[in-house]
């Protein structure tokens, strides 16, 4: 069992940036591969970015595509979500997800475990 803590969202004008951490506790986040999502009200929740175990590869939907960037430091147990170039559409509650396994999916349902969220609004 793995506890995922999310921190670092907030409220940031249009053109900001924020530093999403995860900061995990139970198992290391070695064991997992990583991934954020987001939801907006109304909206179903969605992909953002992941990262696998090993942190030799990532991907990130083509809407935050070069303005957001995953990574893992696995000695501090704490995933990151950076994010630059911020606009009011990526406002939402963030979560950090972990699936067990090396490899990474887009799909919500494949992650075992989830943090309780953050919210992020940008102001335009």
């Known amino acids: 069992q793995v506890q995922l803590v999310e921190s670092g969202g907030g409220l940031v004008q249009e053109g900001g940036s924020l530093r999403l951490s995860c900061a995990t506790s139970g198992r290391t986040v070695s064991n997992y591969a990583m991934g954020w999502f987001r939801q907006a009200p109304g909206k179903e929740r969605e992909f953002v970015a992941a990262i696998t175990r090993s942190g030799a590869f990532s991907d990130s939907a083509n809407s935050v595509k070069g303005r957001f960037t995953i990574s893992r430091d696995s000695a501090k147990n704490t995933v990151y979500l950076q994010m630059n170039s911020l606009k009011p559409e990526d406002t939402a509650v963030y979560y950090c997800?972990?699936?067990?396994?090396?490899?990474?999916?887009?799909?919500?349902?494949?992650?075992?475990?989830w943090g309780q969220g953050t919210q992020v609004t940008v102001s335009s």
């Open positions: 997800a972990a699936k067990i396994g090396n490899r990474f999916t887009y799909t919500a349902t494949d992650y075992d475990y």
